[in-house]
């Protein structure tokens, strides 16, 4: 399931905006 890759990828995404 490559849902839980892309809500790791979209967190990642949002940690690194801080």
Not at 2 to 18: D, N
């Amino acid at each position: 399931m490559p849902l839980e890759f892309f809500i790791f990828f979209l967190i990642l995404f949002l940690f690194f905006r801080i």
